[in-house]
């Protein structure tokens, strides 16, 4: 007997310390039974207190990972993280949008303060990738950096204009200190509020690529966006979960993927 599992591929850079970008990625896909495959756009020397290096891939090499896998196996959706240029949001552009679920997480600032990406990528999102898109998912800053408004203005009035640029929006609320987290998910033209109680944690570190992994997951398995939303936010929140009593390294700790106990929700 034969079978074939769901594959979704990740765009995104390396996190050397394991906890954001391509780690965060494949260790959720692994986590939600999928069969996860990846580009890599940059390889950053990263760890719990900040990113120290990054060297960039050329557009050209990243063209090539995306070929390879598309070439061969059957990609059911995907996500991208870091990208780092503005090239390479041209190439993942013109390669992935359009043929299948694309969920781009807009990646421009490390939660460390470390910039990841540059005005021209900027306007490669606003001009060229979001438009092409199915969901983007900002947090407020990324938001503010995508829309030009201040970060502080009413999350609703940035979920919509990030939304006037072409796609889906989930705005990520991941504001833990009211003990509330709210997203707002924004499909054509209609706000939907999800909150869920905040996990008193440090270790967040790679929160936001958890979080798009496994949307992108569950679109991938044919979850409108809504529910899909949901399911990643519990991932998420479950996660935070595991890791909240880690001690691990001198900064903000990873969120965990590892899990010792069955997944609630997933
Ligand atoms: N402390 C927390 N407890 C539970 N969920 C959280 C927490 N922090 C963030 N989240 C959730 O994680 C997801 C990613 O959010 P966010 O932290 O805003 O991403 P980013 O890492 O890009 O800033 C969202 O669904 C958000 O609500
Ligand atoms: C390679 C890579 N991709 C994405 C992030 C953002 O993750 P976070 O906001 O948790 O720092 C990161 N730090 N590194």
């Known amino acids: 007997m034969t079978a074939t599992p ?10 050397s310390g394991g906890a954001a970008g391509l780690a965060a990625d494949l260790a959720t896909f692994a986590a939600l039974g999928v069969h996860g495959t990846c580009a890599v756009t940059a390889v950053t020397a990263q760890d719990t207190t900040g990113v120290h290096g990054v060297v960039p891939m050329g557009a050209g090499d990243v063209r090539a990972q995306i070929r390879a896998v598309f070439d061969d196996l059957p990609v059911a959706a995907a996500k991208t993280g870091m990208l780092g240029s503005a090239e390479v949001a041209h190439v993942v552009a013109d390669l992935l949008a359009g043929s299948l679920p ?38 407020r800053d990324e938001a ?10 009413d ?32 499909r054509d ?10 996990v008193a944690t440090a270790n967040d570190h790679g929160t936001g690529c958890t979080y798009s992994a496994a949307l992108a997951v569950h679109l991938a398995r044919g979850l409108d966006l809504e529910a899909a939303a949901r399911r990643a936010q519990a991932f998420v929140a ?9 001690v691990l390294g001198c900064g903000r700790g990873p969120v965990a993927h590892v ?5 609630k929700e997933n």
């Open 102 to 139: 694309l969920v781009v997480d807009p990646v421009l600032v490390a939660t460390s303060g470390a910039v990841l990406g540059d005005a021209a990528l900027v306007r490669a999102y606003r001009e060229v990738l979001l438009p092409r898109a199915d969901v983007v998912t900002p947090n």
């Open 144 to 153: 503010a950096a995508l829309t030009g408004l201040p970060r502080d203005t």
């Open 189 to 198: 033209g209609v706000v939907t509020v999800l909150e869920h109680p905040a």
């Open 238 to 246: 479950e996660a935070l979960a595991v890791s909240a009593p880690w």
């Open 6 to 15: 769901l594959v979704v591929l990740s765009v995104a850079g390396t996190d």
């Open 259 to 263: 899990f010792t106990q069955p997944l």
């Open 155 to 186: 999350p609703e009035e940035l979920a919509l204009t990030v939304h006037a640029l072409g796609p889906a929006v989930v705005l990520t609320g991941g504001e833990p200190g009211s003990g509330t987290c709210r997203d707002l998910v924004v």
